[in-house]
């Protein structure tokens, strides 16, 4: 049963000074099932970002169709940015609770759930805390809370640490890795770091270059929690970067 599908999904930007079309995604058909992990990746400027924004219904202008699973509506959808997209003039706190304000929510229940977020994150401490205030990598954990605070069945997330050091990306890819498994949430996400792709998904769509088809989807049978320095990673890290190099 699927969370999402795109069917014959085609998208093209005109360019402002000749009006020449620049054709980036042509005839993309996916379909992507509730609870698992799906990245996309691709050569640089494949439009995978598009493809995303296009996934989570704030990208309008586009050809083709894409159908939300039974039961699922905008409302059921989060997204995480890759540049974080926090309110600086906002807490920590009120960051999180962004999303619950648009919801007939108490604000007792608000509080109750951006306070759960913020223990998950290890955050509590930082919740009077403005983003100025805040590391690279409180910032995207913040982001993260956010956008589960709203307990959305499917979220979106474009490169979401690849403005994390190397330490940072590794502790927050494994806390996010825990809380999807425990809730159960369909998680859709770009990435350009092959390790970490193969660290996360169940399945990897590989884009070509513009104008971007699906070239392969990878099913990721590997264990989890995964040896990321076994034989097996190695073996799928090479294959992903066979299909990706220029």
Request: net charge negative; charged share 25%; aromatic share 8%.
């Amino acid at each position: 049963m699927f969370a999402l599908e795109a069917k014959n999904i085609n998208k093209t930007f005109m360019d402002g000074k000749n009006a020449s079309p620049f054709h980036a995604l042509k005839d993309i058909n996916l379909e992507i099932h509730f609870g698992e992990f799906f990245v996309l990746m691709g050569p640089s400027g494949s439009g995978k970002s598009t493809l995303l924004r296009i996934f989570a219904g704030i990208e309008p202008a586009y050809t083709g169709e894409r159908v939300l699973g039974a039961g699922l509506s905008q409302k059921d959808i989060s997204f995480v940015f890759q540049q974080f997209a926090l309110l600086p003039w906002l807490t920590v706190g009120e960051n999180i609770e962004l999303g619950l304000l648009e919801r007939e929510t108490s604000e007792e229940k608000r509080r109750e759930r951006v306070w759960q977020e913020l223990k998950i994150f290890g955050l509590e401490k930082f919740a009077n805390h403005h983003p100025h205030e805040l590391s690279g990598g409180m910032k995207q954990r913040v982001g993260i809370a956010r956008a589960l605070a709203t307990d959305p069945k499917i979220i979106f997330m474009d490169e979401p640490f690849s403005e994390l050091d190397s330490f940072t990306g590794d502790a927050l890819r494994q806390e996010l890795l825990d809380v999807w498994a425990e809730r159960k949430v369909t998680i859709v996400m770009v990435s350009h770091n092959i390790h970490e792709s193969v660290e996360m998904a169940d399945r990897i769509a590989v884009l070509t270059k513009p104008p971007a088809r699906v070239e392969r989807i990878i099913q990721n049978h590997l264990p989890r929690p995964r040896n990321m320095r076994s034989e097996e990673v190695f073996r799928l890290d090479d294959e992903l970067y066979q299909l990706i190099k220029p």
